[in-house]
């Protein structure tokens, strides 16, 4: 039995290394441009946590993979499209995973849209920033993507280069046919004027918070399958169900980011609405939910927010259904997948309010690797519901309602008819 055990530990530790040495290999380097540093994954996966979860070893060795092939993609020339592919993985290791998949030609028009909208981000949550300063940039910047004279020094680390070198993002740009700058153009002035809006305010009600996440990223959601449809690869679905998708991934990076944002320098930024923090911190303030001695509210707090996330999971598996690409599906089906992970994972969770929280890298690699079909993703949405079903306890003042909203879920992932042609991700 020692023997047997031995020899799995040994191929365990074959494995890890393995994907240490596809982390660690030589990659290639951009010559043009050497501020833009090269893409860094997240792997490898702990040989513990490979211990717990050996169907995760492969999924994990095969997205270790996918991560260089990411950073094989980046083109020595010309400059501009050198910048913009290496500057994707530094800014977004996920998303850069994701549009590498799209083909060729949308390849390219996703790295730009995703720099585009990760610009007027990065103006956004400078908070060393007056809002006087930031609401005019982000009110133009419809116009300034199509300006190469045009940057603006802010943000930190990768953004401020982002920031600092736009004129790459804007001459490669101007290289995309006309469909798709139109696109790149109408969805950031829609996304603009809506983020403008919210510069220097706090969001006080649920209904401001539902109208901020729509234009952070449900905007950002509707013009991504515009993209899809301007491509030819894709049909006109309504904005109602490709925005539920950007919402879903808003919300749950703004649940995952609670203690990074309110310990952001110079000011802290909050993007969870009052009338729901209220309820949990009216001796204190929002900011105070992350001290041990306030972690029994701050938890009913975070529930409540996922809760509030759930609503938007019915109408983005519908979204996933119209899909037809097999590139595109991918693309919009792991994100809405791992964002759904990441609520199931946040829920009743209060280490979210010590540190940033994420899914176990091998599971994620496992919905890399399993995401293929309207089947998979019914049955893996149904895995995270019936997870965080699981996690509701009684005493939680928000427990019927949440309850509520994951039996939608379930039911709907039940009605597809697609479980029993679905592989088990748990």
Request: net charge neutral; with cysteine.
């Amino acid at each position: 039995m020692a023997t047997i055990f031995g020899r799995i530990l040994r191929g365990i530790k074959h494995a890890n290394k393995a994907v240490m040495k596809l982390r660690m290999a030589e990659k290639p380097v951009v010559k043009t441009i050497p501020t833009a540093a090269v893409y860094d994954g997240f792997l490898p996966v702990p040989v513990a946590e490979m211990l717990k979860h050996p169907d995760e070893v492969l999924p994990a060795l095969k997205l270790a993979m996918a991560e260089r092939r990411v950073a094989k993609q980046i083109p020595i020339a010309p400059s501009h499209w050198a910048f913009c592919h290496a500057m994707l993985p530094k800014v977004s290791k996920t998303f850069a995973l994701h549009i590498s998949q799209l083909g060729s030609d949308l390849r390219d028009v996703g790295c730009l849209y995703y720099l585009v909208l990760r610009a007027m981000d990065t103006v956004e949550d400078d908070m060393s920033l007056d809002a006087e300063v930031k609401v005019p940039i982000i009110l133009a910047f419809h116009r300034h993507i199509y300006n190469p004279d045009w940057h603006f020094s802010c943000g930190t680390k990768d953004d401020k280069i982002l920031m600092d070198q736009f004129r790459h993002v804007t001459t490669a740009l101007l290289e995309q046919k006309s469909s798709y700058r139109d696109i790149f153009e109408e969805i950031t002035k829609r996304g603009g004027a809506g983020i403008a809006k919210f510069v220097g305010k706090e969001i006080e009600t649920i209904d401001d918070y539902e109208e901020y996440c729509h234009y952070a990223t449900g905007i950002p959601g509707i013009g991504f399958s515009k993209l899809m449809y301007a491509s030819g690869k894709e049909d006109l679905v309504p904005e109602s169900l490709s925005n539920s998708w950007g919402m879903i991934v808003q919300k749950a990076s703004g649940i995952r980011d609670y203690l990074e944002d309110i310990n952001e320098v110079p000011k802290p930024r909050i993007n969870w609405p009052r009338e729901i923090w209220g309820k949990y911190a009216s001796k204190f303030e929002v900011e105070d939910l992350k001290y041990e001695e306030n972690s029994a509210m701050a938890v009913q707090c975070l529930n409540e927010m996922v809760t509030n996330a759930l609503i938007h999971i019915e109408d983005c598996l519908k979204f996933l259904s119209t899909l037809r690409s097999p590139a595109a599906f991918r693309f919009f089906a792991i994100t809405a997948i791992v964002s759904m992970g990441r609520l199931a994972t946040y829920y009743n969770n209060v280490e979210v309010f010590r540190g940033k929280v994420e899914m176990r890298q091998g599971l994620t690699a496992k919905v890399f690797d399993n995401t293929k079909s309207m089947e998979d993703v019914y049955g893996v949405f149904y895995d995270f519901a019936s997870l965080l079903m699981s996690k509701i306890e009684d005493n939680d003042p928000n427990a019927k309602d949440t309850r509520s909203k994951v039996k939608v879920i379930l039911n709907a992932c039940k009605d597809s008819g697609a479980l029993n042609k679905r592989t088990w991700l748990f």
